[in-house]
């Protein structure tokens, strides 16, 4: 990645020690060059478990580990 373009994709997992997923995402949708980085959240919960966090626009896409890449390439393929 050019060090003046931010990532088109974030895969994140919610469960990081200090600054949880929830936060990176929120610092990454507060800063004007990266709010249109597709965020892939990853997590063991089900999104079930986790009300509103989708819907808030917090994340993009949800997939719950361990993640399957025969759904994750296509999600990609997708967004790419």
Same mark, same amino acid.
């Given at each position: 990645m050019p060090p003046n373009r931010p990532p088109d994709i974030l895969l994140l997992d919610i469960g990081l020690p200090g600054l949880n997923g929830y936060e990176v995402a929120r610092k990454f949708r507060s $800063? $004007? =060059? +990266?709010? #249109?980085v597709v965020i892939i959240a990853t997590s063991g919960y089900s999104p079930d478990m986790l009300p509103g966090r989708y819907k808030n626009g917090e994340y993009d896409h949800y @997939?719950?580990? *361990?993640? #399957?890449? &025969? &759904? @994750? +390439? *296509? +999600? +990609? =393929?997708k967004i790419a």
């Amino acid at each position: 990645m050019p060090p003046n373009r931010p990532p088109d994709i974030l895969l994140l997992d919610i469960g990081l020690p200090g600054l949880n997923g929830y936060e990176v995402a929120r610092k990454f949708r507060s $800063e $004007e =060059r +990266l709010k #249109n980085v597709v965020i892939i959240a990853t997590s063991g919960y089900s999104p079930d478990m986790l009300p509103g966090r989708y819907k808030n626009g917090e994340y993009d896409h949800y @997939l719950v580990k *361990p993640v #399957n890449f &025969t &759904t @994750l +390439l *296509p +999600l +990609l =393929r997708k967004i790419a």
